[in-house]
């Protein structure tokens, strides 16, 4: 028998959110995951607030809604509200009833700008590390760097003592960042990738990874030059050692075969385990390394830390940023890489169940 369509809508509804949710869904876990980080992270949001006028938006609303713009690849504040107004899902993860009202786009932003100027996002990112910490190495990491392109466009770098015009004329012209400054973001540097590519104003991007399941354990922002990448990654270790007396090794590209930064590895008690750059000129990597078997198997997880780049850039919206200078986009940027461990850890804990449970089968 063929059913006839109903026109008239249900005047009550009787099935909640948290019934229309399925258990097995990812999202439960991470909404766990990340009601407790918030949690630890009240007293951070108590001083960025005074203790009258007007209530804001809370910020465990603003920060759920952008892990869910990061998840979902959704692509602005205003298409992100438009969504928690009739997607059910959104609603629930974000902690919205089905009758509460949605913030108006600008009044989110606003919001989200109150969080971009405070250090929200390293101590969301740090508490989130907290709670992957038993799926992490201590003892084995990949660091590398990725390129973010900058809000900004070739016409806005224009020249420091303002003697062009409008910057659109620019073909043919020598350009570099020490005469030259972009109008739009004067943080952005004019960054090529490699020979023979095309420049672009940038920001560098950069990551050390641990090795077990590819989780990232520090992230940081940096403007674009041919010395960032070792210096951020020099920053990141001895921040990783500060306190600890044990040795712990490092995978990294061509790109880091410096001996400055061997030599400033080796004092931090970290071994390098840089692939050799001996094209043309002398590796820094000697045997007292190579001929370990760590340093092989080092080298066969630097894949690792490519994966995380990729569903920055492909899914969470960062091949390039929407915000300008340094501090913003170093926010959002460790924002998404902590997006990107929370997106990692149901799998994580649902292997680890199964495979406790086979235990006490066995």
Avoid at 229 to 242: F, P, T, V
Wanted: glycine letters at 6%.
């Amino acid at each position: 028998m063929r059913g006839d369509e109903r026109v008239q809508d249900g005047m009550f509804s009787y099935v909640t959110l948290e019934q229309r949710v399925p258990q097995d869904h990812p999202l439960r876990e991470i909404r766990r995951l990340t009601d407790v980080v918030l949690r630890s992270l009240s007293g951070e949001f108590d001083s960025l607030y005074s203790a009258s006028g007007r209530p804001s938006i809370a910020p465990g609303y603003v920060l759920r809604a952008l892990l869910l713009q990061a998840f979902y690849s959704v692509r602005s504040e205003r298409q992100l509200v438009e969504q928690l107004d009739y997607n059910l899902l959104f609603r629930w993860f974000v902690g919205l009833s089905m009758d509460d009202a949605v913030w108006n786009h600008a009044v989110f932003s606003k919001n989200r700008e109150r969080l971009l100027t405070s250090e929200v996002a390293q101590a969301f990112f740090a508490a989130v590390v907290e709670q992957a910490r038993g799926f992490m190495s201590n003892d084995h990491f990949t660091v590398d760097g990725t390129l973010i392109q900058a809000w900004a466009s070739h016409k806005s770098f224009r020249p420091k003592d303002g003697s062009d015009d409008d910057g659109t004329n620019f073909h043919g012209q020598k350009r570099s960042n020490e005469t030259h400054e972009s109008t739009t973001d004067p943080d952005a540097q004019l960054y090529r990738k490699s020979y023979g590519k095309e420049s672009h104003l940038a920001y560098l991007g950069h990551a050390l990874v641990e090795n077990r399941n590819g989780l990232i354990a520090a992230a940081t922002v940096t403007q674009a030059d041919g010395f960032a990448e070792r210096e951020a990654a020099l920053l990141m270790l001895a921040d990783r050692q500060k306190d600890r007396k044990r040795r712990i090794t490092v995978g990294a590209d061509k790109a880091y075969d410096d001996r400055q930064f061997v030599e400033a590895a080796r004092k931090l008690n970290v071994t390098p385990h840089v692939s050799k750059n001996d094209k043309g000129r002398c590796s820094n990597m000697d045997r007292r390394t190579t001929r370990h078997e760590g340093y092989g198997i080092s080298l066969s997880c630097r894949w690792l830390v490519e994966k995380p780049f990729g569903w920055l850039k492909q899914t969470a919206g960062l091949r390039q940023v929407k915000l300008r200078g340094l501090h913003k986009v170093n926010w959002v940027f460790v924002f998404g890489c902590a997006a990107h461990n929370l997106m990692r850890l149901p799998r994580l804990i649902a292997k680890q169940r199964t495979e406790g449970l086979g235990q006490q089968c066995a």
